[in-house]
């Protein structure tokens, strides 16, 4: 197995994805797959280099601030481009990149494309919550849908939750404004409408009760996904801020320290870098989408997850799920 690293994307690249890759290759014999400046990512690398790390070249970054169409028109030999087109062309089994979110999903798209019969791809997003963690789609990879398209994300979601997170018949919500069926816009009814033919479907579910219930997978529009999933990041950080600056300079800290013990579980569970990544799902390839500011940690854990979804197959289980469900008449149309 060889998994490709667009090396040069991101905050913090190359040299917090360089590290968080030897971190990686340590533990795992899969072949890693550096893509990016060969000079800068030798010089990071520990010597001698890895027998397991590769460094392939790309002359070009598309940056976390260049428009992606424009970038990738421009940019024929970016690194994120070049790293999509290495799994395209069967060197590599799964993609890792922390870069330009749009880049990389519009890559992947031009290279892999879609898996026949899925109509949008989606990133699934591993969120915390009271009783372990639940997968949430689309987290931005598609803000404009039809209802009918939640059907195809809510089958990727539970293809991943099952082959990766462990779960052996994975429960699937649609978030809405209200537990009731009848309850939400035109789009939210009628998508509950698609969805309650599945025996697997639990029903609605409000934004509240996301961290406190037994939750698999919860589906949306990437519109609404991807503002949970930067409303949830900033709750986060600012509750962390707050008790931060409550505590008190000088002798009284003391007082404090058995609060930051008791605390730094809480503060593992909701840290993004111990997620390393979301999946983009539903092409004919498979990439984990970093966090921008990635850190080493961070890259090693999407590493680990790449690692296992290209091992359990996740592509394939979804080309098979899709393909076993008729596609509502609205889409056959499409």
């Not at 803000?143 to 990727?156: G, K, N, R, S």
């Amino acid at each position: 197995m060889r998994i490709i690293v667009d090396a040069m994307g991101g905050d913090r690249a190359p040299e917090e994805i360089v590290k968080g890759t030897v971190l990686a290759a340590r533990e795992l014999s899969t072949t890693f797959v550096l893509v990016g400046d060969p000079d800068r990512i030798r010089a990071l690398l520990e010597k001698p280099i890895p027998a397991n790390i590769e460094i392939y070249p790309a002359s070009e970054v598309i940056e976390m601030d260049d428009k992606p169409t424009e970038a990738m028109r421009k940019k024929k030999d970016a690194s994120i481009l070049v790293a999509a087109r290495l799994v395209k062309e069967g060197y590599g089994d799964v993609l890792i990149a922390a870069g330009n979110t749009g880049a990389a999903t519009a890559a992947c798209l031009l290279a892999w494309r879609q898996i026949e019969g899925v109509y949008r791809p989606a990133i699934a997003s591993p969120f915390p919550n009271r009783h372990g963690r639940f997968l949430l789609l689309d987290a931005g990879a598609s803000p404009d849908v039809a209802p009918e398209h939640l059907v195809q994300f809510a089958i990727m979601g539970r293809a991943y939750a099952r082959e990766v997170m462990g779960r052996t018949s994975p429960k699937v919500h649609l978030l809405n404004i209200g537990e009731e069926p009848g309850k939400g816009n035109a789009f939210a009814k009628e998508a509950f409408g698609y969805l309650k033919e599945f025996d697997w479907f639990a029903g609605n579910i409000e934004g509240k009760d996301l961290f406190r219930h037994p939750v698999d997978v919860v589906v949306c529009d990437g519109f609404v996904g991807n503002i949970v999933l930067k409303t949830a990041e900033g709750v986060g950080e600012f509750i962390f801020d707050e008790i931060k600056a409550a505590v008190p300079t000088g002798p009284k800290k003391l007082m404090f320290a058995p609060l930051k013990g008791a605390l730094a579980p809480l503060r593992k569970k909701v840290d993004y870098a111990e997620y390393g990544g979301s999946p983009l799902l539903g092409l004919n390839g498979l990439c984990v989408i970093c966090h921008g500011r990635s850190d080493a940690r961070a890259i090693y854990n999407a590493l680990i997850v790449g690692e296992a979804a290209a091992r359990n197959h996740v592509v394939q289980t979804i080309r098979d799920r899709i393909a076993q469900i008729a596609p509502p008449p609205k889409a056959q149309e499409a």
